[in-house]
């Protein structure tokens, strides 16, 4: 009777193991939305792919990608990667995407996303910053025009290293786009900066919008980015970071 009796806890114990070991396994999985901005789809997808066996992506376009926001939906992923520049945008979809985020859905921000949805006010407060295309009123100061320089070298400065996103990554070069003038809400955790003249000093932040996490990255803009080791590791450990909120934010004493 004891031997059988251990014998059926020894076989729960090794099934209840397996599964935790088959939950630990399965993947992250990224909805990445693009459209509204030509991009090497070979080498992003290149990326992608080699941001770790637990991280699993799906690329969807606007405006077919909309559909993805509504609540039958939303658990296909874990996590939204916005790398979209689109502008066209009804008053019920920007309810269906703004609530989907605003009840939990973690978002990351990669580069000309910031330039998004002009005529949305409520977008600049779900990634916590904008690139305006023209002179633009914001809380009652004017705004000009921000600029762009393709093709730059510039330095990147690490803000905050202890941070999940930045842990582990140092100040590195880059081979990028740089966006002047752009802005950033002054209560966001700021991850990454330049002092690079023809860009804005902030180009990467964390902040919440509702119950999600948020993270944009400036960089993103062409292949040496897609391929720079430091750029995929701020992308995976953001993606990983947004999805667990577990994960310790703790400067170090």
């Known amino acids: 009777m004891k031997k059988t009796l251990l014998l059926f ?3 729960i114990a090794s099934f209840i193991l397996l599964q935790g070991k ?8 990224i909805l990445v939305v693009t459209g509204g901005h030509s991009y090497d789809k070979p080498s992003f997808n290149e990326m992608l792919n080699g941001l770790g066996k637990d991280i699993s992506s799906q690329v969807v376009e606007f405006p077919a990608a909309f559909d993805q926001f509504l609540p039958e939906n939303r658990g296909k992923y874990d996590v939204l990667v916005f790398y979209h520049m689109w502008q066209k945008i009804t008053p019920a979809q920007e309810k269906i995407v703004e609530t989907c985020i605003r009840e939990g859905k973690p978002l990351v921000v990669l580069h000309h996303s910031i330039c998004a949805f002009d005529e949305w ?5 779900i990634i916590g910053g904008k690139y305006f295309h023209q002179p633009t009123l914001l809380d009652g100061k004017q705004y ?10 510039f ?15 140092k100040d590195f070069d880059i081979f990028d786009e740089t966006y002047k003038g752009f802005y950033v809400e002054p209560d966001v955790e700021t991850l990454l900066t330049t002092e690079e003249e023809s860009s804005t000093p902030v180009i990467a932040w964390t902040k919440k919008y ?11 803009h062409d292949t040496p980015t897609f391929r720079h080791p430091s750029f995929r590791k701020l992308l995976r450990q953001a993606i990983l970071w947004c999805n667990n909120g577990n994960l310790e934010n703790r400067r170090p004493r």
């Open 155 to 169: 330095r990147v400065r690490v803000a905050k290293p202890w941070h999940p996103v930045t842990r582990g990554v």
């Open 144 to 153: 000009p025009a921000c600029t762009y320089i393709h093709d730059l070298h």
């Open 22 to 29: 088959a939950f630990a396994r399965k993947p992250v999985r």
């Open 121 to 125: 006010p409520e977008y600049l407060h």
């Open 9 to 11: 806890i020894f076989a």
């Open 210 to 220: 509702g119950k999600a996490r948020v993270v944009t990255l400036q960089s993103g």
